[in-house]
């Protein structure tokens, strides 16, 4: 069936130990893994084991899109719940045998199905409409922090871990304040813990389509969701990206103050949801976006990377 490309999802390569996750990919969707980053790696660097392994340009899509594949007997060994891809590709061309992808359906892991490009060739695709970033305000609201069962969602932990990491290479090593403050109460313990101490030297907000402009130092900017285009920031501040459905639900949720209320209505009124343990940072997603960075060459930074790779520990990173 046609499926049209859409950015890679930062959470794409996360694992949430034992977690149950979705689908990774929307039905009708695919995107373009360009893989690990290749040498030459940080001066006297440790390549950390968090990178994506396999070949460049991998294609990745929700395992409802793929036809004409089966599992491979020789090679579809898998964890707790299912296939892991542990043993390399598992699904082979229904016609011919040949290993053209790898199916994760395991717990910890996004479902998807990962083809092999060695082995695959694009043929067609459907052209999707690119949403307008106003389009994007009325159709994908955004997503809320915390699931249903009180953890927070995986996708905040992946978005903002990549969020921090190209924050970090943004800052200079110089402390940074948060103006939000959903994001501030989210972010300071580990920014503090990260950056040099002090009084604040730059200011962190957040900036985007529908919310006012102005003169900003840094800010929290949204990115598509089909191109992977960043929005671009007026001025001279540098704009830090942030996943589009997690940006959208700080830029857009509802500002709700106190409200008097009967007490036999009041028990009516479910309680919002809270989450059952601290928010983290996913420390895979931080780690391989930072890698990916020039800045990580400076010696604060890259000292910051060895110690998120398990030289040492950081809080929120998990």
Known sequence: MPVSEVA????AHQHMSHELLGVLMEPGTFAVDPGSPGPPWPSGGHVPAVLPGGPHGAVVLAPGDVRGTVFSD??????????????GPNLECERCGRLVATRIDDCGHW?????????????????????????????R????????????????????????????????????????????????P??????????????????????PTGDVDLA??????????VWPLPGEGDGVPLE?????????????????LPAAERRDDPAP????????LDRNVFVATLVRLPEVRESWLRAVYDKALGYGRFPMLW
């Open 220 to 229: 929290l900017v949204p990115r598509h969701p089909q191109t992977g285009a």
């Open 74 to 87: 020789v090679a579809a060994d898998g964890g707790c719940f299912g296939p892991d891809g542990r043993d």
């Open 273 to 280: 949801l809270l989450p059952h343990t601290p928010f983290h």
């Open 111 to 139: 479902q998807a199905v990962w083809l092999d490009p060695r082995a695959v060739r694009h043929v067609s695709g459907a052209d999707a409409a690119v949403l307008t970033w106003d389009d994007l305000r009325v159709r």
């Open 8 to 11: 890679l999802p930062v959470q």
């Open 141 to 188: 609201p955004g997503v809320g922090p915390v699931e249903q069962r009180g953890w927070w969602s995986p996708l905040w932990s992946a978005a903002f871990a990549a969020a921090v990491a190209r924050l970090l290479a943004l800052s200079g090593g110089v402390p940074v304040a948060v103006q939000d403050p959903t994001v501030a109460g989210l972010l300071r």
């Open 190 to 211: 580990v920014l503090a813990a990260m950056l040099a101490d002090g009084a604040p030297v730059r200011t962190l907000t957040l900036a985007g389509p529908g919310l």
């Open 244 to 260: 589009w459905d997690v940006w959208a639900h700080l830029a857009y949720r509802p500002r709700r103050g106190p409200v008097a």
